[in-house]
């Protein structure tokens, strides 16, 4: 039985669309290994020839795992000559500030780093910085806010007004104090003090040893003032004004060759992005992955709670 002639042209006209997006798979998927070997090779490139690796520290300190891993994998890689930290930062907390410290530490120790100030380097971020062989820092950053605290609130007024009671049962009166859901004692107030004050001593004493100053000049200038760059030039807080070029010339007094490219070692892709940009942990990377992540952080989305001792300028 022959089919009419209208169903002839519509078989046809069926097999004409299939066959065109047929194509348009093939390539949409050849255009998508093209920029994946295309990058993974550039990314390899980039590790392999000589340059200065610039490492980004911006926004809130916390334990960075994946910041650590990246300073890491700049220290292990003999492609990296020379290495800046970039600063923005108002601080975090202690014990994020203390890790990624040692770390740069572990990086200073086998590579010449320098850490060039932006905007800001306060607190946890100024303790960084000191992490450094060198500081530069603009004319007009802030620098400084050497210092420790814990903040808590008192909702007991607030309480009082909704006519909620905290019932509770501890082991003893300092467990779990300070508390705001009950006013805090002058005992619960010098625990917590002690327990600062160890930790400011713990951070003048890295000043101390980092900065070419003594230990009255560091707890002298330790009082949780911010500084701009000139004041903190000569406070010594700082070794130099200026910016990157300032930076890489110092590098070049250490050692490293005049013309080397200043590579950003950015943190590297995760799940689709790492498949279509084809880098993997440590390798210089870029892309729309980090694009989102910059304007998920203008959105507010770096904002949070932190636990702990903090190191922190203004904190939110």
């Keep these: 039985m022959s089919l009419p002639a209208e169903s002839w042209i519509e078989r046809r006209q069926l097999r004409r669309k299939l066959t065109f ?10 255009i998508a290994l093209g920029t ?4 993974s090779g550039a990314a390899r490139t980039g590790r392999t020839v000589d340059h200065i690796a610039k490492v980004r520290i911006e926004g809130t300190i916390t334990e960075d795992e994946g910041l650590i891993k990246r300073l890491e994998d ?32 572990k990086l200073a120790a086998d590579k010449p780093v320098v850490a060039q100030v932006g905007t800001l ?52 009166p300092l467990k779990a104090e300070p508390s705001p859901f009950n006013p805090t004692t002058d005992e619960e107030r010098a625990a917590i003090r002690s327990m600062i004050m160890d930790s400011y001593d713990w951070f003048v004493g ?3 040893e980092r900065r070419p100053l003594n230990r009255q000049e560091a707890t002298q200038i330790a009082d949780g003032k911010v500084y701009t760059g000139r004041q903190a030039l000569t406070l010594k807080l700082i070794d130099e004004l200026g910016g990157e070029d300032q930076a890489v010339s110092w590098l070049k007094t250490k050692g490293v060759k005049d013309g080397l490219e200043v590579v950003e070692w ?20 870029s892309g729309i992955e980090a694009q989102v992540k910059s304007f998920l952080q203008s959105l507010g989305a770096k904002r949070l709670f932190l636990d702990g001792l903090v190191s922190l300028w203004q904190p939110e």
Aim: no cysteine; net charge neutral.
């Design 21 to 30: 997006w047929r194509v348009a798979a093939a390539l949409v998927a050849a």
């Design 36 to 39: 994946f070997f295309f990058v």
């Design 74 to 105: 700049v220290r292990k890689s003999a492609a990296v000559k020379g290495v800046i930290l970039s600063i923005d930062s108002p601080g975090g907390t202690t014990v994020g500030g203390e890790a990624i410290f040692e770390e740069v530490r």
């Design 121 to 172: 380097a306060a607190s946890a971020g100024y303790l960084i910085a000191s992490a450094a062989d060198h500081i530069v820092a603009r004319q007009t950053s802030i620098v400084g806010s050497i210092g420790v605290l814990i903040q808590y609130p008192d909702v007991t007024g607030l309480m009082d007004k909704l006519g909620i009671k905290m019932e509770e049962i501890k082991s003893s």
């Design 206 to 208: 890295l000043v101390d």
């Design 266 to 285: 950015k943190p590297a892709p995760t799940g689709l992005g790492a498949y279509l940009m084809g880098a993997s942990a440590g390798e210089p990377a």
